[in-house]
């Protein structure tokens, strides 16, 4: 399955209770069409202290047709469930760390470093360390430097 497909067919439902559990999602959300899946991300990191595991408040449904998921969209948004007030929308994919200007520096980009960086003997970098040394600490000119005349 295409991953814009897929993303088209998951709705996100937001502000859920501590009572609701994925059976009471996959019930009120059932009556609009086929359910594939039911996510309700856990709040827990800690595996040992599973046994008091509570949901983070949001939960994925994934239906079989994105006409389903929007209907479910267009009669839950702003809706109660067990006393709270929901959200319904599309859900959309995580964003990458690049998206979300993450602590990586520039270079560390594929497309940055094909755009920027010249092949080692092209950058004269090397090539004009080494020749300032031997001209006791002035450098040559490289090809494609310009040369300005006194």
Known sequence: MEEGTKSKKTIFVGGIGD???????YEHFATFGDVIEVQL?????DPNRQNEAK??????????SASDAQDAIDNMDLNELRGRVI?????RPMKTPMQLGGNRAVWESEEWLKQYVKPLNQSGGVQARSAAK???GETTPQDGDEVMEE
Do not use: M
């Open 87 to 91: 959200k319904v929308n599309l859900a």
């Open 19 to 25: 009572d609701v559990d994925q059976s009471v999602i």
């Open 134 to 136: 031997q001209n006791g």
């Open 41 to 45: 991300p856990s709040a827990t990191t």
């Open 55 to 64: 949901h983070r408040g949001f939960a994925f449904v994934t239906y079989s």
